[in-house]
Nanobody
Framework: QVQLVESGGGSVQAGGSLRLSCAIS????????MGWFRQAPGKEREGVAI???????NYRDSVKGRFTIAHDKNKKTVDLQMNNLEPEDTAMYYC???????????????????WGQGTQVTVSS
């Protein structure tokens, strides 16, 4: 059974850092897109960072240069390192997995089949 379990959320002040971790099990990682999404109250769920085949990464513009998504092969996790956090980053963060299409990954949440329970990130000014 596919399982995604997030951890690492918390409360920090602006400029601080957090490292989110998504433990994956039940599927072959190499055949899936892995993504971190977030949803703030009253807003749509949005893609934050995507990790595709061959470790190709993509980020939404607002987090470029601050966030890094990476696969930790030893721990079987997909981690999101978040540096220089801003209050606008406050949201519930979700780990997700979706099947690739011609080795292409997507930003649309509906393209992802499996989701973790979410972990809250709160950044104060």
């Amino acid at each position: 059974q596919v399982q995604l379990v997030e951890s690492g959320g918390g409360s920090v002040q602006a400029g601080g850092s957090l490292r989110l971790s998504c433990a994956i099990s039940g599927f072959t990682y190499s055949s899936y897109c892995m993504g971190w999404f977030r949803q703030a109250p009253g807003k749509e769920r949005e893609g934050v960072a995507i990790l595709g085949t061959n470790d190709i990464t993509n980020y939404r513009d607002s987090v470029k240069g601050r966030f890094t998504i990476a696969h930790d092969k030893n721990k079987k996790t997909v981690d999101l390192q978040m540096n220089n956090l801003e209050p606008e980053d406050t949201a519930m963060y979700y780990c997700a997995a979706g099947q690739t299409l011609l080795n292409e990954c997507f930003w649309t949440p509906s393209r992802y089949h499996y989701w973790g329970q979410g972990t809250q990130v709160t950044v104060s000014s």
